[in-house]
């Protein structure tokens, strides 16, 4: 039995914003707030210096009313997603310190945002364990600190001399970092904790 071809599936065409309709609708709707009862309009007539005041009133109020519930209709989402990158941000942070505990001073920290925000420009492909890896070495040099593995005791220099000092980092002027000002502090865990959601 040969098979009957199936239609071809057809999807309508994305109906573009009509802005004009929108504002109508928009002007029909407001026009129906500030209707008149006949009873308003009678007092509108006899005593406007009354009247204007409580319809002025009433509007404000309907106003005030409608923004209130919007915003609380909406509220919840917002918290919502304020903790959850909150919490995202934070395990990236911790993540980052777990791999690099010797810079977990809060001193530290403005470098490991500025060399973080100028590896991210300069390798946006790098894996989050690289670039966990990477951004610490470069914090060390450029803070003078001795590596991870002799962070716990002073490097030592040739036999019978005085320990080495790291020497400090300078990034290269006109390179892709030059003139970058210093990112905002959520900018590196944020591009750390995408990247641990990726992996999940």
């Given at each position: 039995m040969q098979a009957v071809p199936s239609a071809p599936v057809t999807t309508a065409p994305a109906v573009p914003f009509d802005a004009v309709a929108w504002e109508t609708e928009q002007l029909a709707g407001l026009e129906k707030l500030y209707q008149l009862s006949e009873e308003e309009q009678q007092a509108f007539l006899t005593e406007p210096e009354v009247t204007l005041p409580k319809l002025a009133a009433a509007i404000h109020m309907k106003v005030t009313k409608a923004v209130l519930a919007a915003v609380q209709g909406n509220l919840p989402n917002m918290i919502q997603q304020h903790q959850q990158v909150t919490t995202t941000e934070s395990a990236a942070r911790n993540a980052?310190?777990?791999?690099?505990?010797?810079?977990?001073?809060?001193?530290?920290?403005?470098?490991?945002?500025?060399?973080?925000?100028?590896?991210?420009?300069?390798?946006?492909?790098?894996?989050?364990e690289e670039a966990t890896k990477k951004i610490g070495e470069l914090v060390r040099v450029s803070m003078g600190l001795?590596?991870?593995?002799?962070?716990?005791?002073?490097?030592?220099?040739?036999?019978?001399?005085?320990?080495?000092?790291?020497?400090?980092?300078?990034?290269?002027?006109g390179g892709p970092g030059a003139g970058v000002p210093v990112a905002q502090e959520t900018n590196v865990w944020a591009a750390l904790a995408a990247e641990m959601q990726d992996e999940n």
């Open positions: 980052f310190y777990e791999v690099n505990p010797d810079l977990s001073d809060p001193a530290y920290e403005p470098a490991v945002l500025q060399v973080g925000q100028m590896f991210r420009k300069m390798n946006p492909t790098a894996s989050r001795p590596p991870v593995q002799q962070s716990n005791e002073q490097s030592a220099g040739p036999a019978g001399g005085n320990p080495v000092a790291s020497r400090p980092f300078t990034p290269a002027r």
